[in-house]
């Protein structure tokens, strides 16, 4: 671990996590997976993108490449939590327009 921090010039800490101002939500009632949602400023995202490809394991991804639109399936966990999620992309959109 850590070899996300240098390839995100220090965004991204040697745990794989993105600065605590930025998370939002904490999602862990998904069966195989907990999930740390963080709203990254388009200007980081290049950084953040190295810490995504040089993480082994992929510890950490865009929510757009974790949750597609054939795993919100009911009764898997994520078609539960697709209206929360909505919900939570709206608010952060509306916050960002004004």
Do not use: C
Not at 75 to 97: C, V, Y
């Amino acid at each position: 671990m850590g070899e996300g921090a240098s390839a995100s010039k220090g965004v991204i800490d040697d745990n794989y996590l993105p600065p605590w101002d930025t998370w939002f939500a904490f999602l862990s009632q998904l069966p195989e997976a907990r999930l740390l949602l963080a709203w990254i400023p388009e200007a980081l995202s290049e950084w953040v993108q190295g810490a995504i490809e040089v993480g082994a394991n992929h510890p950490i991804e865009w929510l757009d490449v974790v949750v597609t639109a054939e795993d919100l399936q009911p009764g898997d966990g994520w078609h539960e939590i697709q209206g929360e999620l909505r919900t939570i992309w709206q608010h952060m959109s509306a916050s960002n327009s004004s």
